[in-house]
């Protein structure tokens, strides 16, 4: 099981400020962490960050301890919610393993929690270091302590923090160029990820082709379309044959990633986004890209950024045309836009990209296409016969621009700081690229961070999951 853990940086920012008080004395919280599995992944995601006050542990240099019944309202939540348990404390003089005194400490607490909560779920142990960074381990089946394989902290900047930094040999070759340029483990650490992206048409298609020559791990692919002669002018790898077929597109980029050699594993989900396969198998990713151009699709996407503190990545562009006297039209500019969603920031709804209004109008057409119909002739909803430009170019841009963002903000190359960027624009009619600062948080997803899989999933009734 490879298992991870994600807080937002919000969050990580509060632990360290109880944590590091400055006066080099242990101290310790406890983080009450949803969770969502799919195909031997289990993610937990920071719901609540306990903080236990400093005047009722026992804080030493080198140990802290704590009266039971400062943490039992805590489990008792934790067990009515089946939430994971996580303890986390610090060294304050930068010892990066587990001491003694953590190993006999853990054999001692984690059981009594897993019993505790009851659930068949990981709990866990996690030590910061003044650095900020985290390490962890979990209990789940059996006595065995195992390492959180990630733990991973979303903010404007991305930090990961890997279990381990060991380097394979046939990686190392793999990204020798890559390491040069972004630093020693860039390889290694991106072979842990799992990336997920939505839509694999003329924004996801290059967009996918990046990531597996960045040696992505796992990438997770959804789209339920099948390739048609006039997807032929942007879709890498398609060809005249695959139209001709009717090939899924997940199909093709399955077949394309795997005649590469290349270790990147691919898991194709052919259906839409709204569906239970796709949400569960998005839930666990570690960066997700959005190449969608419903309203229904970004919300849902948000939706999932915020369940599962996840960085999200919104990709769109358009062609502004404007009509001649003869009738015809030409090309007046080439605009595009990269959002970056922070989990527990603003969304795509506090930035005015997306509406509920035309979400709700989406989802009616889709259940009822002539009441939706005559919404739109009577100008109630609006918007709703919109498509994408199908210029391979222009989309090739934006995909790049958006894993470049991604690289940016987990290497930190750009001059100026990522909290100063929200998102990216570009106009190619006028060769601009402006960075917009982030906006204020949005009041309407904010509760909702780290609330992990709940039923029916995200919130949403139409993702109800079948009973078993």
Not at 3 to 20: C, E, P, Y
Not at 194 to 216: D, Y
Request: with cysteine; aromatic share 6%.
């Amino acid at each position: 099981m490879n298992v991870t853990l994600s807080i937002s940086a919000d969050q990580h920012a509060a632990l360290a400020d109880h944590l590091f008080p400055g006066d080099g004395l242990e101290a310790a919280a406890l983080l009450l962490c949803g969770g969502a599995d799919h195909s031997e992944r289990y993610r937990l995601s920071v719901r609540e960050v306990i903080l236990l006050e400093h005047g009722k542990c026992k804080r030493l240099r080198d140990r802290v301890s704590w009266p039971t019944d400062l943490i039992v309202p805590h489990l008792d939540h934790a067990e009515e919610l089946g939430l994971s348990v996580i303890k986390v404390h610090c060294h304050p003089g930068g010892f990066a393993e587990f001491s003694e005194v953590d190993d006999e400490g853990d054999k001692e607490l984690l059981p009594i929690i897993r019993s505790w909560v009851g659930a068949a779920i990981p709990h866990g142990s996690i030590v910061m270091l003044p650095s900020g960074r985290l390490f962890g381990r979990y209990l789940r089946d059996g006595d065995e302590m195992k390492p959180i394989n990630m733990i991973s902290v979303a903010g404007p900047d991305i930090r990961l923090f890997p279990a381990s930094t060991r380097v394979d040999v046939d990686i190392r070759s793999f990204g020798r160029s890559q390491d040069q340029a972004f630093g020693e483990g860039t390889t290694a650490t991106l072979g842990r990820l799992r990336a997920g992206i939505v839509g694999i048409s003329g924004t996801g298609s290059p967009l996918l082709e990046q990531l597996i020559r960045l040696g992505f791990g796992e990438i997770v692919i959804i789209d339920p379309d099948i390739i048609e002669d006039r997807n032929l002018n942007r879709i890498l790898n398609s060809t005249v044959a695959d139209a001709g077929a009717g090939r899924l597109k997940v199909d093709i980029a399955e077949a394309a990633a795997i005649a590469t050699g290349l270790p990147t594993k691919i898991i194709k989900v052919a259906s839409t986004l709204m569906s239970p396969a796709a949400i569960n198998a998005l839930s666990v990713c570690d960066v997700v890209f959005g190449c969608v151009d419903t309203h229904t699709g970004r919300f849902a996407m948000n939706l999932v950024s915020t369940y599962h503190i996840i960085p999200y990545f919104d990709v769109g562009v358009m062609l502004d045309a404007t009509k001649e006297a003869d009738g015809t039209g030409r090309v007046s500019d080439i605009l595009g836009t990269v959002h970056y969603i922070v989990p527990g920031r603003s969304s795509l709804i506090s930035r005015d990209v997306i509406s509920l209004q035309t979400v709700a109008a989406e989802g009616l057409a889709n259940s009822d296409p002539e009441a939706a119909a005559q919404q739109v002739r009577d100008k109630y909803f609006r918007g709703l016969t919109v498509s994408r430009p199908a210029v391979i170019s222009i989309n090739m841009f934006a995909a790049a621009l958006a894993v470049n963002d991604f690289l940016a903000r987990i290497h930190l190359y750009r001059h100026m700081p990522n909290a100063e960027v929200g998102s990216i624009e570009f106009s190619l009619g006028q060769l601009r690229l402006t960075a917009d600062e982030e906006q204020e948080d949005c009041a309407l997803l904010h509760p909702w961070v780290g609330h992990g899989k709940i039923s029916p999933l995200l919130g949403l009734p139409e993702l109800s999951e079948p009973r078993t």
